[in-house]
């Protein structure tokens, strides 16, 4: 049975495949910058036995917000390097979403009444958002509103396309050369796969792609989408990328090669509410760690309740690990782990036929913000947190 391989063995690839976790008919097709190697493969699937499945192309952060890179458009041969990291697959987006899928309460196609748009929602402790959410009484007949996520360096934007096919309406984030280069095209290409999902009767959300620095907004304190004065000026130079409504019609949103603009955001949801922050493979360098907190800090601060966090990240340097989960801790952040059995358990179900060694190192973390000097805030807090799991 054909497998998709752990991003580490398809750095080289310009082309990948990429199945749903439990879903192996549904994939995108999710164009990549190479970060170089020689090309043995058409996309990322392989078999058990195939010869790049253990081989080893390069680990590190995925998101790549504030990067640094070639900032030109369009795919590049396997030989080029980027300079970046975000403009490839990195692994903690597919243990994440195999955990989320695991542990999301996704209403099957079958139950989904598109006339009377009501739902029987369900939410367990320790389980992320459901898509819809209805009345106070969870599990009671309501009508519902469907969840906002908001990804923080979405990359080649796998995660975020995962969740739209599981009826969340998703803001993907990055910069450049990360936006232009291979998320607002995947996110193009991988609406195709929404629209034929819809057609079969699937709930399926939206997906929309917007510029978010976090460097800029740790410096200015607020974020593009708010401001005190109304909607800011369009910026110049748009892009242009489909989206679907939620009837499944298809229309166009102006998307910014350096700032979204912050009308065409709020146009979106006029509360800009988000039920849950994801973010992943980010926590690699020690430059962004302070800006990327700041960022997660101020989003939410500006919710009515602070959404959970979730993090996936890969620990090749333990140091900078702890070091990152203690700037987070210190600035108001609750973090438990997830067991890494849970994860693993979620990994198996995945049916990629994974074994623990393709995924060594990935840990993912629930965090909320509880604000400074909360319950996440202090260095005692947050001593050996690591040991504990959820």
Known sequence: MSIPLPAPSTKHLPKLAHPLPREPDVAFDLGQRSIG???????????????????????????????????GNGLVSSSVSTGTTGTTLWLGA??????????????????FNASNRTTTVSHRKGRAPSPR?????????????????????????????????????????DVEPVL????????????????????????????????????????GGTLPWVSDNGPGPRPPTPLRSTTTTAQGSAGTADLEASTRSRESIQSTNSTNHFDMILTTDTLYSTSLISPLWSTLAI?????????????????????????????????????????????????????WGWGREDW???EIWRGRWRGEGGEGGGSEAGKGEREREL
């Open 133 to 173: 959410s209805g009345g106070e009484d969870l599990g009671c007949q309501s009508p519902v509103r469907r969840r906002r996520v908001l990804e923080l360096g979405s990359g080649i934007g796998y995660l975020s396309l995962c969740l739209a096919c599981w009826g969340y309406d998703v803001l993907s984030t």
């Open 94 to 111: 597919q243990i994440m979403a195999c955990y989320l899928r695991d542990t999301l309460s996704i209403t099957p196609p079958s139950a």
């Open 299 to 351: 989003i939410s601060n500006s919710q009515k309740s602070p959404p959970p966090i979730y993090i996936a990240l890969e620990n090749r340097d333990p140091g900078l690990i702890d070091s990152a989960l203690e700037v987070g801790r210190s600035m108001g952040f609750e973090l438990k782990r997830v067991g890494a059995g849970r994860v693993g358990r979620a990994v198996e179900k995945a049916g």
């Open 360 to 362: 060594e190192g990935v």
């Open 37 to 71: 190697g020689s090309s043995t493969a058409t996309n990322g699937y392989a078999n058990k036995d195939h010869p790049i499945r253990n081989g080893s192309s390069g680990a590190g952060g995925s998101g790549g917000s504030g990067g640094s890179g070639d900032s």
């Open 180 to 219: 232009s280069g291979v998320l607002v095209p995947n996110v193009e290409e991988g609406l195709r796969v929404l629209e034929m999902m819809r057609g079969a009767g699937r709930d399926v959300g939206t997906v929309q792609v917007g510029s978010l620095d976090w460097v800029e907004v740790s410096r």
